[in-house]
């Protein structure tokens, strides 16, 4: 179920939203305030999806408390509330990343719209990170199968297994495998940034490699397996350099 918190200091507004019928769409008002103090003690202690607010309030006002909710809970989507006159107020909320601005007076019809349209958001984000996070757990088990059966390959001497599975020719002189491992990415979506260090990397892999080679992309992890020649291992120190 999706948490929803209303803070408004106009008492009738306030209740009035508080008391919609969410429960239609799939989500429950857990809370309500009255100033951004008061919302942020229960935002804290509810930790809600979606918080609607208005930005006009007296002491601690909706820009303070999208401000504090951008800090510490940067998932929480906002939807603003707001008169005709107040629109400069709502162009600085974007930095913020409000979800919807919605004009006073409200109407029920179009702020459970605004609502619902979230919430399936919300729905999609959560269920994108659990098929996420299961593919995840697929390839730390894959992987862990993989060394297990890449070093029995290398014991009992089958390297015919190793050119078989990875494509490349591991019979006529060996074989190298190079694994590097990202401990520290950062940026808003790190898959994205590792899958642009793997595209990198492939690239120089395809440049400086003259013969068939295999990469594996394993989340922070990117796995390359080289054909050794037999004249050397200097095309692999030509690689790593």
Not at 21 to 43: L, N, P, R, Y
Not at 77 to 87: D, K, T
Request: with cysteine.
């Amino acid at each position: 179920m999706i948490k929803l918190i209303v803070v408004d200091d106009e008492q009738i507004i306030r209740e009035g939203i508080a008391s919609m019928k969410w429960e239609k769409i799939g989500v429950t008002c857990v809370a309500s305030a009255g100033d951004g103090m008061d919302a942020m003690d229960k935002i804290k202690e509810h930790k809600p999806d979606i918080v609607i607010s208005d930005i006009r309030m007296p002491g601690y006002d909706g820009m303070w408390l999208i401000e504090q909710i951008h800090n510490l809970m940067p998932k929480t989507r906002i939807v603003l509330l707001s008169g005709y006159n107040e629109f400069e107020y709502a162009q600085k909320a974007i930095k913020y990343r409000v979800s919807e601005y919605v004009l006073k007076p409200v109407r029920p019809d179009k702020l459970t719209a605004v609502v619902e349209k979230i919430k399936l958001e919300i729905e999609r984000e959560r269920e994108n990170e659990m098929r996420l996070e299961s593919y995840r757990e697929y390839l730390l088990s894959s992987r862990c199968f993989l060394k297990s059966w890449f070093l029995n390959c290398i014991e009992t001497g089958k390297t015919k297994k190793i050119s078989d599975i990875f494509g490349i020719d591991c019979e006529n002189g060996g074989f190298c495998a190079l694994t590097v491992k990202f401990e520290d990415i950062s940026g808003d979506d790190d898959d994205f940034n590792m899958f642009a260090i793997y595209s990198e990397l492939e690239m120089v892999a395809k440049a400086k490699c003259e013969k068939e080679y295999a990469s594996f992309f394993n989340g922070d992890t990117i796995t390359y397996v080289f054909p050794l020649p037999k004249e050397g291992i200097n095309m692999i120190f030509d690689i790593a350099g």
